[in-house]
């Protein structure tokens, strides 16, 4: 058991660690309110046998939430995800498809099959959707009003579909064209951005190291119609945020930054340069850092587009994670449309040869302008179209098509960072509050199936609450948002789940609704409940958003209020843990003493024997003596805000009988101890199981050296190159050994047959080249022969390559008892009668 000093040590010790970590990390935000599994109300959907919920589309003007799964596609109602519309559409990979995917060496289990990985609406009659249809991408239309597949006129996916269900992706359809980011062979080393579909010109990017660094990235993309008011005559533009290797910098610290990639919509290609290619693509790095602590989010994950009342009011967030250090780290940036015109605006980056570095292009930029999309004054001077551009200016875009600036997230800093945590997914939803003032609210999904809800308070970030979606940890891989019916959509590995952007129920107080600072919930003083703001009975609600005034809910303050203790009585010298729940992350345990305010620091008696652990939110009295014996009570304080938790009354005695207990109640927290039991348990276990482990391998062991004593093991020579169609394939696997004649491989009397082929030279012959069935440099496996009649020859691979095959030689049949394995082999032999269909050229065993 431990003794109080060493746990008073323990504590002071987390104690210190936390507060010095706190205060190098005030940035870091912590949720107001912490929702578990088992509270959150929520709808959830998923099919036995189905997995990867990943692609979700919706389509508020119908109520349908489309879903693409592990080749399935479902059109579940948006009032209610349990509730299918049509009856799902089952697109799996054809078996042969699987096959060739499992011989060109993908998992059989998690990459051979047809993950929908894009479902997006073509027009008012049809879906078009593309899967990785087993590392084979396909894609074809989907019929609405039938709900049905078009199966006869898949196309060629490559390009607009990955091949690997877990490289990043992006796709948009604009007028009938597909814009797609993806990555375009087989092997994930092609990164491409192309436009396809219907009767529009087909372009692609160039394959250029220039344009695309290894190992790319895609997250997301956009669509901003820049052409809408324009006093140039701009043209509309597609945008795509992707991660990649940095090759511009001297050292290798940037081992990956943050893109943004833009092409123009009217973008043709040019007439002789860039004949079919991009004479728009443009890309320049994106920041999204915390200067004052040395912190760079370079890895983009995700990114969401919110639009606003004009083009120019168009917002990008970001997830941001950093690359590298022992602590998980997130951050949450923000992005203006303008800002990220100015950098496509400015000087380009070149690389020198003669410095062999990347430096700002400082000769003169050609004219018309490159990358540029075609405008009035382009049109004015003579090029209404890419065709028609110069090649002095297709070939500076072709080599030119980084920026040379950065595009800097707003207040040039994160809106949210949190430690200990990977962010995967986002969305954004604008809502005005109670005074009419809008509040962008973000959704943020977690590798760990957590959710955080934070509202954009503008100087700062405001974490409402943090929600556990799943049981089970499952990370968040897909979040879509319907701002009609405020409900939120999060798609994972094994389900679809559904939920309220805001459940008001909660809070159970005028005060806590307050606090809550939920732009969607207010106070409502005839229903005395806190509830989401609607545009009916505005007059009877409360809401402070940015300064959560308490006031207005004119209730008493609470610090008052009685409440019943809980009678503890303990011996003298034992250690009391007192806890206080407190409603909110944010509130501050404040203690009193027989209704005084706890000060130990003043308090000769409880000077060196009381200590308040803020992690636990516990009260450890040490030692407890006389002097301890009294009422304690703990109070949450938040803003300002007092409410009565917890009250307690302390007996110490002298002599504790048997009858009474030595602490606390387990329910009222006797953490440590509790902590204490489960680690000895826990080591119990585990220390029987070893002994279990350690007696079935030593009787495993013994039945291994018995039947070792029965067995040869003798080298049999394989053809190098199969001459007869007797010979099994090195390709076949396991499940075509019943397919093999038998009678190609024994005698009748079911002897093996050695059949004679090319075996390597053993007198210094050179070797043959392996075939590309086998793999270099592995041995061919051995193959446990349980009859001396019959030997199964199904898991001997390969060729090329000398083999072992145990022959279990039995011991049923008497025999001599030879100690040379010669003398027992010719035994064997005089045994074998001479057989009709024997020949010379063969023997057996």
Request: hydrophobic fraction near 35%; glycine fraction near 6%; proline fraction near 5%.
């Amino acid at each position: 058991m431990l003794g109080p000093e060493v746990l008073a040590a323990g504590l002071w010790a987390v104690m210190a660690l936390l507060s010095t970590w706190t205060k190098a990390m005030e940035w870091n935000s912590v949720a107001r309110k912490t929702v578990h599994y088992k509270q959150l109300e929520a709808e959830r959907f998923s099919r036995p046998g189905i997995h990867n919920y990943k692609t979700l589309t919706l389509d508020e003007s119908e109520g349908v939430l489309f879903v693409g799964a592990q080749e399935a596609i479902f059109a579940l109602s948006l009032s209610s995800i349990t509730k299918e519309l049509k009856p799902a559409i089952f697109w799996e990979a054809p078996l042969e498809k699987k096959l060739e995917c499992i011989l060109k060496g993908k998992n059989n289990k998690t990459e051979c099959f047809n993950y929908i990985r894009f479902l997006q609406s073509y027009n008012a009659s049809h879906m078009y959707t593309c899967g990785t249809y087993a590392f084979q991408p396909k894609c074809t239309y989907i019929e609405l009003s039938s709900f049905t597949l078009d199966r006869f006129s898949l196309e060629d996916g490559k390009g607009k579909c990955p091949y690997d269900p877990s490289k990043g992706h992006s796709g948009l359809i604009v007028d009938g064209a597909l814009y797609s980011a993806t990555l375009n062979n087989f092997l994930g080393t092609e990164p491409v951005i192309l436009r396809n579909l219907g009767q529009h010109h087909a372009m692609k990017s160039e394959y250029l190291a220039s344009w695309f660094n290894a190992e790319p990235n895609f997250v997301g993309s956009a669509y901003v119609q820049e052409s809408v008011g324009s006093a140039t005559g701009d043209d509309d533009k597609i945008y795509f945020f992707f991660s990649e290797r940095a090759v511009e910098y001297d050292c290798y610290a940037e081992q990956a930054v943050a893109r943004v990639a833009r092409v123009c919509k009217g973008d043709v290609g040019g007439a002789r340069t860039l004949q079919k290619k991009w004479t728009s693509f443009l890309k320049a790095r994106m920041i999204c850092s915390v200067p004052e602590h040395q912190l760079h989010f370079n890895r983009v994950q995700a990114m969401y587009t919110l639009s606003g009342n004009t083009w120019r009011d168009t917002q990008f967030f970001g997830v941001f994670q950093a690359c590298c250090g022992e602590v998980s780290m997130s951050a949450i940036c923000q992005y203006t449309i303008e800002d990220v015109q100015k950098v496509f605006e400015g000087p380009y980056k070149e690389y020198r040869e003669q410095d062999q570095k990347w430096a700002q292009y400082s000769d003169q930029v050609p004219n018309p302008r490159p990358g540029a999309c075609i405008t009035d004054w382009h049109r004015e001077n003579g090029f209404h179209s890419s065709l028609e551009l110069p090649d002095s200016t297709l070939n500076f875009a072709k080599k030119h098509p980084l920026m040379d600036g950065y595009v800097l997230p707003r207040q040039h800093k994160p809106l949210l960072v949190k430690k200990e945590a990977n962010f995967t997914q986002l969305v954004v939803d604008r809502v005005r509050g109670l005074s009419g003032e809008p509040y962008d609210v973000l959704f943020i999904g977690t590798e760990n199936g957590w959710l955080y809800k934070a509202v954009n308070l503008g100087s700062r970030v405001h974490v409402v609450e943090e929600l556990q979606l799943f049981e089970h940890s499952h990370p968040i891989e897909s979040l879509t948002i319907s701002h009609k019916k405020k409900l939120l959509f999060a798609g994972s590995y094994s389900q679809v789940v559904q939920l309220s952007v805001a459940d008001c129920s909660k809070y159970h107080s005028c005060n806590d609704c307050i606090l809550a600072k939920d732009p969607y919930c207010a106070w409502n003083r005839n229903a005395s409940r806190c509830m989401q703001v609607n545009e009916h009975d505005r007059s009877l609600l409360i809401q402070d958003v940015m300064s959560s005034d308490t006031a207005l809910c004119n209730d008493p303050v609470q610090k008052t209020v009685r409440i019943t203790p809980k009678n503890i009585t303990v011996g003298m010298g034992t250690t009391v843990l007192l806890p206080c729940r407190l409603p909110s992350n944010l509130a501050l345990a404040r203690w009193t003493f027989n209704g005084k305010e706890l000060t130990p620091e003043r308090d000769a008696i409880l000077a060196d024997s009381v200590l308040y652990d803020s992690t636990l939110k516990v009260l450890l009295i040490l030692e407890a003596d006389i002097g301890h014996s009294g009422s304690y009570s703990c109070s949450s304080e938040e803003q300002g805000m007092w409410l009565v938790t917890e009250g307690y009354y302390l007996s110490v005695v002298a002599s504790l009988p048997l009858t009474l207990e030595a602490s606390a109640p387990l329910e009222n927290l006797g953490l440590m101890w509790m902590v204490v039991i489960a680690l000895g348990a826990v080591c119990l276990v585990l220390f029987l199981l070893v002994l279990y482990l350690r007696q079935k391998l030593k009787n495993e062991l013994e039945k291994s050296s018995k039947s070792i004593e029965s067995t040869l093991v003798y080298p049999v020579e394989l053809p190098k190159e199969p001459k007869s169609p007797d010979f099994i394939p090195s390709t076949m696997s396991d499940s075509d050994e019943k397919l093999w004649d038998p009678a190609s491989y024994y005698y009748s009397d079911g002897s093996l047959k050695i059949v004679p082929g090319h075996a390597v030279c053993q007198n210094g012959g050179s070797s043959p080249s392996p075939t590309s069935n086998g793999i270099p440099g592995q041995p061919i496996p051995t193959t446990a022969l349980h009859s001396p009649n019959r030997i199964n020859l199904g898991n001997i691979r390969g060729s090329n390559s000398n083999g072992y095959i145990r022959l279990n030689l039995g011991i049923a049949e008497e025999r001599p008892d030879y100690s040379d394995v010669t003398e027992e082999l010719r035994w064997k032999l005089k045994q074998r009668q001479a057989l009709p269909d024997s020949n010379p050229e063969e023997s057996s065993v």
